[in-house]
């Protein structure tokens, strides 16, 4: 039988964290599978999640021959899975009560073969550090754009998989297939996943400024890979928000405050986030008040 929902989960050494992420999904009986792809992890990853799909058949189990990366791993799930809808989590977080209960309104009754839907919804922090705990993202009355908070339907997934090589980030890449390319897009209002914030995140918070510099280059190195693989399938309005994020990022990477905030192509809610990002003392300031600054 087709599972309503399939949840893939790419993993590498999270000993640490996997089995509370397992147990928040497992302990609700929503139709979903769980399709855990190992990346050859040294700790005891790969032991752990294979006792724990022992005891609950919606979980499956593949293992990687040699690391892969994030992005062929993530493939290896999706070609395993079957379900209707389709989301991507991490393993190193944990779903709210709501979680199925919130997106089903809007999957339940849908047929995930026959439309191109995408559900966003918001997410909470969760952190040692108080700087980062419990903020919800994003504010106002829309869901997040980034992997574990989409929820999209087969149809869709199918323009989204398999990711495309060069992928520094997944997120990007899913989140404007979805944005550009559904035929129906709803949010989610409210949280319904934690995102744990660590120093081993794969977006980081904790980085010095030599190193966020060169983290945000590659990230956005991202938006040239997109533009080059939607530009026959999206509009001009499309292809000009994703141009306006190409040139945000040159003009951030180099450092051109002003250059960024008076770039009235762009929104002025775009623009304040890529100057945040492009001068060591604005870096410090929206770290150090990061529940502030974010979410906008």
Request: include cysteine; hydrophobic fraction near 40%.
């Amino acid at each position: 039988m087709t599972p309503k929902l399939s949840i893939l989960l790419p993993v590498f050494n999270e000993e640490a964290f996997i089995e509370a992420q397992c147990a928040s999904l497992t302990r609700h009986d929503y139709d979903f599978e769980l399709v855990i792809v190992d990346d050859h992890s040294t700790d005891g990853t790969l032991a752990l999640i294979q006792t724990l799909a022992s005891e609950d058949d919606r979980i499956k189990v593949f293992s990687n021959h040699g690391a892969q990366g994030i992005a062929p791993t993530v493939n290896v799930a999706y070609g395993e899975s079957n379900g209707e809808f389709v989301t991507m989590i991490g393993g190193d977080d944990t779903v709210r009560d709501n979680y199925f209960s919130s997106i089903d309104r809007f999957i339940g009754a849908a047929d995930g073969n026959a439309v191109k839907l995408a559900v966003f919804s918001k997410l909470k922090t969760v952190s040692d550090d108080s700087r980062f705990d419990g903020q919800v993202i994003p504010r106002g009355r829309r869901g997040n754009r980034s992997g574990p908070c989409m929820v999209y339907s087969r149809l869709l997934a199918e323009l989204i998989y398999p990711l495309p090589a060069g992928l520094f980030q997944e997120d990007a890449w899913i989140a404007n297939v979805a944005e550009y390319l559904a035929d129906d897009v709803e949010d989610v209002l409210e949280p319904n996943y934690n995102y744990r914030i660590h120093t081993g995140n794969t977006n980081p918070r904790h980085l010095s400024w030599e190193d966020f510099n060169v983290f945000m280059t590659k990230y956005m190195a991202n938006y040239t890979i997109i533009r080059e693989r939607l530009s026959g399938d999206v509009d001009a309005v499309a292809l000009a928000k994703i141009d306006n994020l190409i040139r945000l990022g040159e003009l951030r990477e180099n450092g051109d405050l002003l250059k960024i905030l008076v770039m009235r192509s762009a929104p002025i809610r775009e623009r304040l986030r890529f100057a945040s990002s492009s001068h060591r003392l604005l870096h410090a300031l929206r770290s150090r008040f990061y529940t502030t600054f974010s979410g906008w």
